[in-house]
């Protein structure tokens, strides 16, 4: 008997299971066996699909609405995320074969020479030297004779009580000459460039008739390689630790970080396009007649630059010209990031102000300075001393989100060098040479903006992100000392002996 209860009863239409009865009843019938199958299964499509077919619509633009988010989270994460470390972790502890520092009443004194980046590294070489020749190392003197012409002392760019304290287990290191040495006789000796342990080791022979040796330049006078591991990590613990800025700089630096953050992510891009480094380039591309005879002008009377004439051509095509504000633009747009970026200017004065910067803003309207950033009020301590003011902009570019340098100069490398030592945080390495090739493609009309454009110039970057890398040694056919020239800098990579796998962590 089949039940007859409401759930099987139907006004409309017989019950399956009375077609089911009527048909066993029956003699066999192949014909209706055919219809009551038909008919069951276009009941059975017909309830399977109608819920779906209902809410299609729904499902549809919800799936889209998923796919959408899921796209810009990809696309978030490779425009922002750091490159993967790959475990690999900060090692700066001596070795268990170092031993602490041997006081001797000798020392060395150093006029550190350039911009603040380049002094950083000297000194930090300067530190390493005096460790290798057993020397009390006296606080250096700053550069001012440069382009900037900056005033500034040690103690007014970084903390000097907190250099000598964090390196006190390494070298000795005392603010001023003791007084009774001022009218001795010193060593005056121009340290030669990227020089190794045995060089040094020769210099220490001048202790014998000297008690003071004086160093008139500190830039590349320690080699990037080939040095013991101990040494190699005392100029990180220099570099990192040992010299921070000074409190007034670390703070308001700190407090524009700050600033910057809550309108969320950002990048920094240090725009090299300022007058002294396109002068001292030769570069002039997309500047007016009027702007290149200018800056001709400045490099011939500037007497330490030693090329006096360059092809600004050659210098383009070669990759090593900053790249202009306006490549800059089309560089940031093309690997992704939206016009509402924002983006922070690490840089002096850019050379023709708004007039090249325009063509940057018509990119990404949200860019920043010191000046927007900070109040007037804030940045008048710091006014008129160009290392204290390229302090600032070095604290936002260690702590941005990415780091872009147009030209790869003291400041970029030793900014690439720091976010890699921090955790390998973004940072993009612009291929200058294979970008003009592009850019002069886009000029004659051969290529346009767009997605094949875009797919080029993020295929060309894939692996300049700031991924862990060993540091490069040097150019192939380059003889002689030019070759040490070549080597990828110490503090652009301190990659592998102050970056170590998780692994091996022992030291």
Excluded at 103 to 113: A, G, I, K, P, Q
Excluded at 130 to 138: E, M, P, Q, S, Y
Aim: net charge positive; aromatic share 12%.
């Amino acid at each position: 008997m089949v039940p007859r209860g409401p759930l099987f009863r139907s006004s409309a239409t017989p019950s399956i299971f009375c077609c089911l009865s009527k048909l066993v009843s029956r003699p066999f019938s192949l014909t209706g066996c055919f219809a009551l199958t038909l008919y069951v299964s276009l009941l059975f499509i017909f309830f399977l699909f109608y819920p779906l077919h209902r809410n299609f619509p729904d499902d549809l633009e919800r799936e889209e609405t998923l796919f959408m988010e899921e796209t810009q989270q990809v696309i978030e994460e490779r425009l922002w995320r750091p490159s993967l470390s790959r475990g690999f972790r900060p090692c700066t502890k001596p070795t268990s074969r170092y031993e602490g520092p041997k006081y001797w009443n000798r020392y060395l004194t150093v006029r550190s020479n350039g911009g603040l980046n380049q002094m950083r590294a000297g000194i930090c070489d300067m530190v390493a030297v005096a460790r290798i020749l057993n020397a009390t190392l006296v606080i250096p003197q700053l550069d001012k004779r440069s382009f900037w012409r900056d005033s500034s002392t040690f103690s007014d760019i970084f903390d000097e009580d907190h250099f000598i304290a964090t390196l006190q287990g390494d070298v000795p290191i005392i603010k001023e000459l003791p007084k009774e040495l001022d009218s001795v006789a010193r060593a005056r000796k121009h340290f030669t460039s990227w020089s190794g342990m045995k060089y040094y080791l020769e210099i220490a022979e001048l202790w014998k008739d000297y008690q003071v040796i004086h160093v008139p330049k500190s830039d590349s006078r320690l080699s990037n390689n080939d040095l013991p591991i101990d040494i190699q990590r005392l100029r990180c613990r220099a570099f990192y630790y040992a010299l921070r800025f000074s409190p007034p700089i670390e703070q308001l630096g700190k407090k524009l970080v700050g600033r910057l953050k809550s309108h969320g992510r950002y990048i920094s891009l240090h725009l090299r396009y300022e007058k002294d480094m396109l002068s001292f380039t030769g570069c002039t591309y997309g500047l007016s007649d009027e702007e290149a005879e200018e800056l001709k002008i400045m490099r011939e009377n500037t007497n330490h630059w030693k090329t006096k004439k360059i092809n600004a051509t050659e210098q383009r095509i070669g990759g090593y010209c900053p790249l202009t504000p306006k490549e800059m633009g089309i560089f940031l747009k093309a690997l992704g990031h939206p016009p509402s970026t924002w983006i922070y200017i690490a840089a002096g004065e850019i050379y023709g102000g708004d007039a090249h910067l325009s063509e940057l803003r018509s990119y990404f309207p949200n860019l920043v300075f010191k000046e927007t950033v900070a109040t007037s009020e804030e940045l008048e301590p710091f006014a008129k001393h160009a290392s204290q003011t390229a302090a600032l902009d070095y604290i936002i570019s260690v702590e941005s989100d990415v780091f872009v340098p147009s030209y790869s100069g003291n400041m970029a490398r030793a900014l690439e060098g720091h976010r890699r030592f921090l955790g390998h945080r973004k940072t993009f390495s612009p291929d200058r040479k294979g970008l003009v090739e592009v850019f002069d493609k886009m000029e004659r009309g051969k290529l346009k903006e767009g997605q094949k454009l875009s797919s080029r110039i993020t295929e060309m970057h894939k692996f300049r992100q700031g991924a862990p890398r060993k540091r490069l040694g040097a150019l192939p056919g380059v003889k002689g000392r030019g070759r040490f020239r070549t080597e990828e800098s110490f503090y652009e990579n301190p990659f592998p002996e102050c970056i170590c796998s998780s692994r091996n962590l022992t030291n």
